[in-house]
C-alpha cells in the first residue's frame, strides 16, 4: 500500500491507485463540503464564515488507467487570518489497507510496521513515526545490536558492515520517530511515506533477498542431488 497525497490545490498526486493496484495518474471529478452542512465549493465565495471554524471536503478523482474513483476526505479550517488551511487528509473509499512487509520478514517486525501504517492511513503522523521508529528498534535487536540507544545500535551495525545506505535509512526513521515522540513535531504524509519506503528497502536488503537467494540455492541443490540419484 502506497499512501495517497494531494497537491496544494487539493489534487491528488499520482499513486498506486487502491482499484486497479498500478501506479496511476488521476484526474479530480467534483468536490464538495459535507460538515457541518452540504455546500458546493463556488457557494462558499462570500459566505460568512464562523472564525476558527472546522469544514470536511470530499474530494473525489478517477484514475486514468481503470476509471474507477477515489475519495478522499479533507478536514480545513478557515481563520480571517490564515483563510483556509488543510488539517487532515485520508482515503475513505476504497478503504486504505496498512503497509505490510513480506513473510520472510521476522513476525514482529511485520507486525509493527503495519500497526505504524494503520496510524498512518489515520492521518496520525507523529503517531506513525514513532512506530516505525520501533520498527527500526526491532530490526536492531533482531540483528544483534546490543548498544544503549538506538543511534549506538544502528552504528553496531554499520561496523559489523551493514551497507551506508541502509544505516543512514534506519537513522532517518530514528530521527523522525524522535522528533514525533519528543518534540511533537508532526510531518507530512509524503514524508511518513518515505520513512515506511526506507523500511521497507531495509526489510528487503536484510531479510528478503537473503532468504530469495538461499530458497534458489536450494533449489539448483536439490535438482543436482536429484541429476546424482538418478544416475546408475
Known amino acids: 500500500m502506497t499512501t495517497l497525497t494531494v497537491d496544494e490545490h487539493g489534487c491528488l498526486n499520482p499513486g498506486l491507485c487502491p482499484n486497479c493496484l498500478l501506479h496511476a495518474a488521476f484526474t479530480h471529478v467534483v468536490s464538495n463540503f459535507i460538515w457541518p452542512t452540504r455546500v458546493v465549493p463556488t457557494e462558499m465565495t462570500g459566505r460568512p464564515l464562523e472564525q476558527n471554524s472546522l469544514w470536511v471536503l470530499e474530494n473525489i478523482h478517477k484514475c486514468l488507467h481503470c476509471s474507477k474513483t477515489v475519495t478522499m476526505h479533507r478536514t480545513r479550517r478557515w481563520t480571517a487570518e490564515c483563510g483556509w488551511e488543510t488539517e487532515s487528509m485520508r482515503q475513505v473509499w476504497p478503504e486504505a489497507t496498512p503497509r505490510q512487509l513480506g513473510d520472510d520478514v521476522p513476525e514482529l517486525i511485520r507486525e509493527l510496521f503495519t500497526e505504524a501504517s494503520k496510524a498512518e492511513n489515520t492521518g496520525a ?8 521508529r520501533a520498527v527500526v528498534e526491532e530490526i536492531c535487536k533482531q ?3 546490543t548498544k544503549h540507544n538506538l543511534y549506538d545500535r544502528i552504528q553496531e551495525l554499520k561496523n559489523g558492515g551493514l551497507p551506508q545506505s541502509t544505516v543512514d535509512a534506519l537513522h532517518e526513521a530514528r530521527i523522525v520517530g524522535n522528533e514525533s515522540i519528543h518534540y511533537a513535531l508532526e510531518f507530512s504524509a509524503e514524508e511518513i511515506a518515505d520513512i515506511a519506503a526506507l523500511i521497507a528497502e531495509v526489510c528487503l536488503v536484510l531479510y528478503v ?3 530469495e537467494r538461499a530458497r534458489m540455492a536450494a533449489q539448483r541443490q536439490a535438482k543436482v542431488s536429484a541429476r546424482k540419484a538418478a544416475q546408475p
Not at 503522523?125 to 516505525?132: D, E, P, S, T
Open 143 to 145: 540483528q544483534g545490536a
Open 209 to 211: 533477498q537473503p532468504a
Open 125 to 132: 503522523m507523529r503517531l506513525a513515526g514513532v512506530g516505525y
